[in-house]
């Protein structure tokens, strides 16, 4: 195996990797300042965006769970992978040949990530290629008789899995991979006769991640001698976990981003036709339930903060399809987006519908959607013999906490009154059963165990002991506004360092910062110089920092500046590093008075030095506000 990556590569590669571009990837990102982005955090769920990118410093943290790092920590939290595998993979990514050094050993429990991509992606194009041939026949008849031309398949990548059981692992091996990274990756089983392929004489769909990787496949049987299931998927590998990972997302993304808009269609044929019919944000899980983890995907993209989103969810009206809406329904309080269901007319999925009534009634599904909680509504009172009043109490009492689980207060007394018409109960009794609910629902929350914060860590009050650093928050150095304001001082000198004029940086060596654990930010500014605008000077201010500090470092290296306009930036770094030299000025003036006036003429030497020192401490303060 190769060794250890030459340290110039990780360096290069980084600086040729836009940590925006990349984060973009995953998250829909918008400013927030000048140089800076903030979207929902990929780490944990959060309903306001708290993650912030800084382009300019290669860094981003998020304000509300605390993770923070470059581009190679995002890859390997984002991705489970260990450093060397977020280097290969960045490297890859803007196609970079990083060069090892062969005097030490790469060690690893299987194949790398690296590899195991390489792999999909050339089965993927083995499967691809294996469409045209003469055996694949009867996968292009599938396909045609469900309204998917050539040119479809090749948009969607979709390939055809010989029936033989070795054709893929013998073009794999030619191509340099090993049976332990195919069968790593799913692509083969193993049998007592030893490794075969795993998918065989099937319609094969690419499962790619939302950068375009394919992370794995899912296959249709297409032969009656076929004894396995309709639908196969790749099991979970170190690569690919089905529960998240939404087919078709990778097509889906930009104009999920652009319109604030997801469609979950329930299978790959669903999401071809929906996207040839110009509903191009559908996607589909991958043989598992919607699940929290798709959730969390998809308001990354959405950018889901502003409750303005629409998340479309199509199901059959069958039993089955009505089980999975109430547990989409369990799950879309998560969401700050609204929720939709939409049911097609006869119970035909969008692939059905786009073959017997055309394109446009594919797009008129959609667009016929109704709110989530109203379709549930209507399900639950449905089950109920409304002919008794057993039945028709039954069906109040399960369908009122619906109602209560509206989020917009002003549409809950319409539903209400829909509640009561569909039951055929009258108004003040469904009114009851309504607030009934609420308040339980407001009872469970209040009894739920409160989350607790940690203490504040104590103040640090030896700054020469950097070993035991206290971990300060960004946030808690905002309640004093003296504190605060040497926090954003900070803050703008190392977002900004170009913006701070000679002479102020010369005073910001001298002067000495009130809370202590930011004089020692200040005193690692101080020794690390400055280069302007370079992403390597802040990692140089990291690199001097005691461990427990760093975070605190990226907070103010990633934290939104009040001023928005490009133009006044210059003034307002210039003015709030001026306004921290200048209260230092009045602090030194201020000991240098009282010293002079408790010695009196007790001392005349030391008397006429601090004269003159409070001369040249005016002189200074007088000089910086003149500029």
Same mark, same amino acid.
């Given at each position: 195996m190769a060794g250890r990556i030459r340290a110039s590569d990780v360096d290069e590669v980084k600086a040729r990797t836009n940590i925006a571009d990349l984060i973009g990837e995953h998250v829909s990102l918008k400013s927030a300042g000048v140089g800076s982005l903030k979207g929902l955090c990929p780490f944990h769920d959060e309903r306001s965006p708290s993650f912030h990118v800084r382009p300019a410093s290669g860094y981003y943290h998020c304000f509300g769970c605390g993770e923070s790092g470059d581009v190679y920590s995002f890859m390997q939290k984002l991705d489970h992978v260990s450093f060397t595998e977020a280097v290969e993979r960045l490297a890859g990514r803007i196609g970079f040949a990083l060069t090892y050094d062969e005097s030490g050993s790469k060690t690893s429990d299987g194949p790398s990530r690296s590899r195991l991509y390489a792999a999909n992606e050339a089965a993927a194009t083995f499967f691809v290629a294996q469409l045209a041939t003469a055996e694949a026949a009867v996968a292009r008849a599938f396909l045609g008789g469900r309204g998917f031309d050539k040119q479809a398949a090749a948009q969607f990548g979709v390939g055809y899995a010989p029936k033989s059981w070795g054709d893929l692992r013998t073009t794999l091996k030619s191509h340099g991979f090993t049976d332990e990274e195919m069968l790593a990756a799913g692509l083969l089983s193993q049998g007592d006769k030893g490794p075969y392929d795993r998918f065989r004489g099937r319609v094969i769909w690419?499962?790619?991640?939302?950068?375009?990787?394919?992370?794995?496949?899912?296959?249709?049987?297409?032969?009656?001698?076929?004894?396995?299931? #309709?639908? +196969?998927?790749?099991?979970?590998?170190?690569?690919?976990?089905?529960?998240? $990972?939404?087919?078709?997302?990778?097509? /889906?993304?930009?104009?999920?981003s652009k319109a604030r808009q997801v469609v979950v269609v329930e299978g790959y044929t669903d999401v071809m036709a929906a996207h040839l019919s110009g509903v191009t944000t559908a996607v589909a899980t991958c043989g598992t339930a919607f699940g929290v983890d798709h959730i969390k995907l998809i308001r990354?993209?959405?950018?889901?903060?502003?409750?303005?989103?629409?998340?479309v969810f199509t199901f059959d009206p069958d039993a089955a399809g009505q089980k999975a809406a109430m547990r989409a329904f369990s799950e879309q309080q998560r969401f700050n987006a609204q929720t939709y269901v939409a049911v097609a007319p006869e119970g035909l999925d969008p692939c059905d519908l786009r073959l017997e009534r055309g394109e446009?009634?594919?797009?008129?599904?959609?667009?016929?959607?109704?709110?989530?909680?109203?379709?549930?509504? #209507?399900? +639950?009172?449905?089950?109920?013999?409304?002919?008794?009043?057993?039945?028709? $109490?039954?069906?109040?009492?399960?369908? /009122?906490?619906?109602?209560a689980e509206i989020r917009d207060a002003s549409l809950r007394p319409g539903y209400t009154r829909e509640l009561a018409r569909i039951t055929g109960v009258d108004l003040a009794e469904a009114q009851s059963a309504v607030e009934r609910a609420v308040r339980s629902a407001q009872s469970a929350r209040s009894s739920a165990s409160p989350l607790t914060e940690s203490d504040v860590p104590p103040v640090f009050d030896d700054a020469n002991d950097r070993s035991s650093a206290p971990t300060v928050s960004y946030a808690e150095l905002g309640g004093d506004a003296l504190i605060r304001l040497e926090r954003d001082a900070l803050s703008a000198y190392l977002q900004h360092p170009g913006l701070v004029p000679e002479n102020l940086r010369t005073s910001l060596t001298q002067v000495t910062l009130v809370q202590p654990t930011l004089e020692l930010v200040r005193q690692a500014v101080v020794a690390s110089g400055v280069v302007a605008t370079s992403t390597e000077w802040l990692a140089t201010v990291v690199a001097t920092m005691p461990e427990p500090l760093v975070p605190l470092v990226t907070q103010l290296a990633v934290a939104p500046l009040p001023e928005t306009d490009e133009e006044r930036l210059p003034l307002y770094v210039s003015s709030i590093v001026s306004s921290v030299v200048e209260r230092d000025l009045v602090r030194q003036k201020a000991e240098a008075m009282s010293r002079l006036q408790r010695i009196a003429s007790s001392n005349p030497a030391e008397a006429r030095s601090l004269q003159e020192l409070l001369l040249e401490l005016e002189n200074q303060r007088r000089s910086l506000r003149e500029g």
């Amino acid at each position: 195996m190769a060794g250890r990556i030459r340290a110039s590569d990780v360096d290069e590669v980084k600086a040729r990797t836009n940590i925006a571009d990349l984060i973009g990837e995953h998250v829909s990102l918008k400013s927030a300042g000048v140089g800076s982005l903030k979207g929902l955090c990929p780490f944990h769920d959060e309903r306001s965006p708290s993650f912030h990118v800084r382009p300019a410093s290669g860094y981003y943290h998020c304000f509300g769970c605390g993770e923070s790092g470059d581009v190679y920590s995002f890859m390997q939290k984002l991705d489970h992978v260990s450093f060397t595998e977020a280097v290969e993979r960045l490297a890859g990514r803007i196609g970079f040949a990083l060069t090892y050094d062969e005097s030490g050993s790469k060690t690893s429990d299987g194949p790398s990530r690296s590899r195991l991509y390489a792999a999909n992606e050339a089965a993927a194009t083995f499967f691809v290629a294996q469409l045209a041939t003469a055996e694949a026949a009867v996968a292009r008849a599938f396909l045609g008789g469900r309204g998917f031309d050539k040119q479809a398949a090749a948009q969607f990548g979709v390939g055809y899995a010989p029936k033989s059981w070795g054709d893929l692992r013998t073009t794999l091996k030619s191509h340099g991979f090993t049976d332990e990274e195919m069968l790593a990756a799913g692509l083969l089983s193993q049998g007592d006769k030893g490794p075969y392929d795993r998918f065989r004489g099937r319609v094969i769909w690419p499962i790619r991640d939302v950068t375009g990787q394919t992370l794995g496949f899912g296959a249709r049987k297409l032969f009656d001698d076929d004894q396995g299931p #309709k639908y +196969l998927n790749t099991p979970d590998t170190p690569i690919y976990h089905k529960a998240q $990972v939404l087919y078709g997302l990778d097509l /889906a993304k930009r104009d999920i981003s652009k319109a604030r808009q997801v469609v979950v269609v329930e299978g790959y044929t669903d999401v071809m036709a929906a996207h040839l019919s110009g509903v191009t944000t559908a996607v589909a899980t991958c043989g598992t339930a919607f699940g929290v983890d798709h959730i969390k995907l998809i308001r990354r993209i959405m950018g889901d903060d502003s409750g303005l989103g629409e998340v479309v969810f199509t199901f059959d009206p069958d039993a089955a399809g009505q089980k999975a809406a109430m547990r989409a329904f369990s799950e879309q309080q998560r969401f700050n987006a609204q929720t939709y269901v939409a049911v097609a007319p006869e119970g035909l999925d969008p692939c059905d519908l786009r073959l017997e009534r055309g394109e446009q009634a594919v797009r008129d599904l959609i667009s016929l959607k109704v709110p989530m909680f109203e379709f549930v509504m #209507k399900t +639950l009172v449905a089950q109920y013999n409304l002919d008794t009043v057993e039945g028709r $109490v039954a069906a109040l009492r399960e369908a /009122a906490p619906v109602v209560a689980e509206i989020r917009d207060a002003s549409l809950r007394p319409g539903y209400t009154r829909e509640l009561a018409r569909i039951t055929g109960v009258d108004l003040a009794e469904a009114q009851s059963a309504v607030e009934r609910a609420v308040r339980s629902a407001q009872s469970a929350r209040s009894s739920a165990s409160p989350l607790t914060e940690s203490d504040v860590p104590p103040v640090f009050d030896d700054a020469n002991d950097r070993s035991s650093a206290p971990t300060v928050s960004y946030a808690e150095l905002g309640g004093d506004a003296l504190i605060r304001l040497e926090r954003d001082a900070l803050s703008a000198y190392l977002q900004h360092p170009g913006l701070v004029p000679e002479n102020l940086r010369t005073s910001l060596t001298q002067v000495t910062l009130v809370q202590p654990t930011l004089e020692l930010v200040r005193q690692a500014v101080v020794a690390s110089g400055v280069v302007a605008t370079s992403t390597e000077w802040l990692a140089t201010v990291v690199a001097t920092m005691p461990e427990p500090l760093v975070p605190l470092v990226t907070q103010l290296a990633v934290a939104p500046l009040p001023e928005t306009d490009e133009e006044r930036l210059p003034l307002y770094v210039s003015s709030i590093v001026s306004s921290v030299v200048e209260r230092d000025l009045v602090r030194q003036k201020a000991e240098a008075m009282s010293r002079l006036q408790r010695i009196a003429s007790s001392n005349p030497a030391e008397a006429r030095s601090l004269q003159e020192l409070l001369l040249e401490l005016e002189n200074q303060r007088r000089s910086l506000r003149e500029g």
